[in-house]
């Protein structure tokens, strides 16, 4: 912090200390990516999700609830794959396709004669249990993870372009086939579930992006966050700069260190983050 000691020029926001940091942000995203997917990227999104964690972290919440455990079906995770497949393939972010194809369409094609179902998306989460906890906080997608009616689930994770940047997309599927319902004395119409999909404003965009970072990068916003605060101590102490900085741009730098650092970290949460349901 500014003090007579350092000539109320903290080191960290000097140009050395800044250097510094931003090294350490690098190094440590490009690490991070690499024990993570194999690949080094600084300002990419990475994802490390797995079919058992979503499973794991989808029955846990369910019990939370007394609600019985979800069993992995190998027909819904095909349906899911293709949803994904299609997804890229046709470049778009919905439910429904650009050419009116319904999600119901991929439970036919996989062979789950359904009685109740459902589908919840995300992209761009870095792990399973970030991709579950997006959906756990929004009502719609909570209501397909705590459905009682439902006994098989399936997912995908895939990897592509969507709408021009990598991404991984996430499929889950829900289901109780027409059989079960038929046992459980419960038979009635197909039913499906398709939750709103969020993050189309920037509201909502920044709420999932801020999600859906990684530990890593939430490490650094924090070391961006202290970078601010000094930057603003240090313009409330910039009567005790020298005389030769009163009349030049740097009798400001506390500030522009602050607005700086904040731009910085908004670059962040966008590249890095990016996640969506």
């Known amino acids: 912090m500014p003090h007579k000691g350092n000539g109320f020029r903290p080191h960290l926001i000097r140009v050395q200390g800044l250097v510094a940091v931003l090294l350490i942000a690098v190094l440590a995203q490009a690490v991070y990516s690499f024990s993570t997917t194999g690949n080094f990227q600084v300002l990419g999104r990475t994802?490390?999700?797995?079919?058992?964690?979503?499973?794991?972290?989808?029955?846990?919440?369910?019990?939370?609830?007394?609600?019985?455990?979800?069993?992995?079906?190998?027909?819904?995770?095909?349906?899911?794959?293709?949803?994904?497949?299609?997804?890229?393939?046709?470049?778009?972010?919905?439910h429904t396709s650009p050419t009116g194809v319904e999600p119901w369409k991929w439970f036919g094609d996989a062979g789950y004669n359904y009685s109740v179902a459902g589908e919840n998306l995300a992209k761009n989460y870095p792990n399973a249990d970030a991709t579950v906890q997006a959906w756990m906080n929004s009502p719609s997608h909570r209501e397909n993870i705590l459905n009682g009616k439902y006994v098989d689930v399936g997912f995908a994770i895939v990897d592509g372009t969507l709408q021009g940047r990598a991404?991984?997309?996430?499929?889950?599927?829900?289901?109780?086939?027409?059989?079960?319902?038929?046992?459980?004395?419960?038979?009635?119409?197909?039913?499906?579930?398709?939750?709103?999909?969020?993050?189309?404003?920037?509201?909502?965009?920044?709420?999932?992006?801020?999600?859906?970072?990684?530990?890593?990068?939430?490490?650094i916003l924090g070391i961006l966050a202290i970078i601010a605060i000094v930057g603003v101590a240090a313009h409330h102490y910039r009567n005790n700069l020298p005389k030769t900085w009163k009349k030049s741009w740097k009798l400001h730098h506390g500030m522009y260190t602050f607005v700086g650092t904040l731009m910085l970290g908004a670059l962040i949460i966008v590249a890095t983050g990016g996640g969506s349901i």
């Open 167 to 219: 991404t991984t997309l996430v499929v889950a599927y829900y289901g109780a086939p027409v059989t079960f319902a038929a046992v459980q004395g419960t038979a009635a119409p197909a039913t499906f579930s398709t939750p709103a999909l969020q993050g189309s404003n920037p509201t909502e965009f920044f709420g999932t992006a801020l999600q859906s970072l990684s530990p890593v990068t939430v490490a």
């Open 47 to 94: 994802s490390d999700i797995q079919t058992f964690d979503l499973l794991t972290d989808t029955n846990k919440e369910r019990e939370a609830k007394n609600l019985g455990d979800l069993q992995l079906n190998d027909q819904l995770s095909q349906a899911a794959f293709l949803k994904a497949q299609d997804m890229f393939k046709n470049d778009y972010w919905a």
